[in-house]
């Protein structure tokens, strides 16, 4: 699942695309590393919407810190699992799936989320 902090300003996929090809280079998406799950599945997405080019990487080593600086706003968005639900501090964007998920089915799945292949 695509994070935001539970306060962030995006509501969907389609704001996100508008809010990086409006500021490109500002927006930043955190990951557990490079080549984790969560690096793997945030730069498929991104790059299947297009914008991957216009985002700012940062990895973390591991979820927790990740975690830590998406509740601080110092990244907008992260991949994580349905677990990170339950604290209240975040909200999912999409899931990386490609039907909606049967514990957060209001949740769009990717291709429902505007996005296009690779």
Not at 15 to 29: K, R, T
Request: charged share 15%; with cysteine.
């Amino acid at each position: 699942m695509l994070f935001v902090a539970a306060d962030s300003p995006y509501q969907s996929m389609e704001d996100v695309v508008a809010a990086v090809e409006d500021a490109p280079d500002e927006l930043i998406y955190g990951s557990s590393g490079p080549g984790a799950i969560t690096h793997l599945t945030m730069v498929s997405a991104f790059a299947g919407l297009g914008i991957i080019d216009d985002m700012k990487p940062l990895p973390f080593q591991g979820v927790g810190p990740a975690i830590k600086e998406l509740t601080a706003g110092n990244i907008q968005f992260f991949g994580g699992t349905g677990l990170l639900m339950d604290r209240g501090d975040f909200r999912p964007l999409t899931v990386f799936n490609d039907t909606r998920v049967e514990n957060s089915p209001t949740c769009p799945s990717l291709p429902w989320s505007a996005s296009r292949p690779p």
